[in-house]
């Protein structure tokens, strides 16, 4: 930093990784060989970039700040196999990427900008016929959203849209003195193992996103009412569908299985085909 006189960027969530054990961890935990493409987003100053390309076929790194081209260049003149992109990821083509790139399926491996997590998450999520595996760095209250199990503080629509396509894989903690400068949360590295098919099958993808959001709409009310607040039915179309789905009407949302929102979903989609 000082030799390129570089300042990190709070706008950019700089937080250059300084600490070699999460680094091991993460290239652990993506498995690769020398068949693997990968794409890193965010390479900074390159630490997890150099390695990646020592085992990697291909890396492909993504970095939105043209300041640290330069940097990134220089550290990576003499490895063939690691081409930089000076782009914003969440403008970039994916599926450009993998067929100019890669010729098919690819890796993410990240220590990812924490002020755009969840868009790069889903942003996987919604590549994942092109995407096998995403080792992350991210804050440790989204591992924990992203991890959590139905009953738990946890679990919402993150925890369900993440668990519907991928397994997910807690690797391990990391704290914020492994950055220079520290953020001011701690961090988790988790991995995220992509299905082509949903692990629930769904008859309609939209509607169960709208019943997830109408459920976990008002946290603290009963799926009944948060349903019947947010999809506009009627009560007792609310109350029917939930007894045709074996759901006692009194629970609440946080508490439903993806199995239990996916049955529901069926059971609101017969109910609106009707009226
Ligand atoms: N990989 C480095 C490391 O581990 O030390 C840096 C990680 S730092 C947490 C996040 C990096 O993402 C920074 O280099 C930042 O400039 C970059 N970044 C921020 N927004 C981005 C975006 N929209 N697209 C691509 N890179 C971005």
Request: hydrophobic share 45%; net charge positive.
């Amino acid at each position: 930093m000082r030799e390129f006189g570089i300042r990190p960027s709070k706008r950019l969530g700089q937080h250059f990784l300084i600490d070699e054990a999460p680094l091991k961890a993460m290239l652990d935990a993506a498995d690769l060989n020398e068949t693997d493409g990968v794409m890193e987003i965010g390479p900074g100053l390159g630490v997890l970039t150099l390695e990646l390309s020592r085992r990697a076929r291909k890396v492909v790194a993504v970095e939105k700040d043209p300041a640290l081209i330069p940097v990134l260049e220089k550290l990576t003149k003499s490895y063939k196999n690691i081409c930089l992109l000076n782009e914003d990821v969440l403008k970039l083509d994916i599926e450009k990427l993998a067929r100019e790139h890669f010729g098919g399926k690819f890796k993410v491996v990240a220590n990812l900008p924490y002020y755009i997590t969840s868009p790069i998450i889903m942003k996987i999520i919604n590549n994942r016929h092109l995407i096998e595996m995403a080792v992350i760095m991210i804050q440790k209250e989204v591992a924990e959203r992203l991890t959590a199990k139905p009953g738990s503080r946890d679990y919402g629509i993150l925890s369900i849209a993440v668990q519907l396509y991928a397994e997910v894989d807690f690797v391990c903690h990391v704290a914020s003195s492994a950055f220079l400068p520290p953020p001011k949360v701690d961090s988790a590295v988790v991995r995220l193992r992509l299905k082509d098919f949903p692990s629930v099958p769904l008859e309609d993808e939209r509607l169960f996103f709208r019943v997830v959001e109408a459920a976990f709409g008002e946290r603290r009310k009963t799926v009944k009412n948060s349903l019947k607040s947010r999809l506009s039915l009627s009560p007792d179309k609310v109350e029917e569908a939930l007894k045709r789905a074996g759901i006692d009407s009194t629970r609440r949302a946080e508490t439903l299985k993806i199995e239990e929102f996916a049955l529901l979903a069926r059971e609101i989609a017969k109910i609106l085909t009707c009226n």
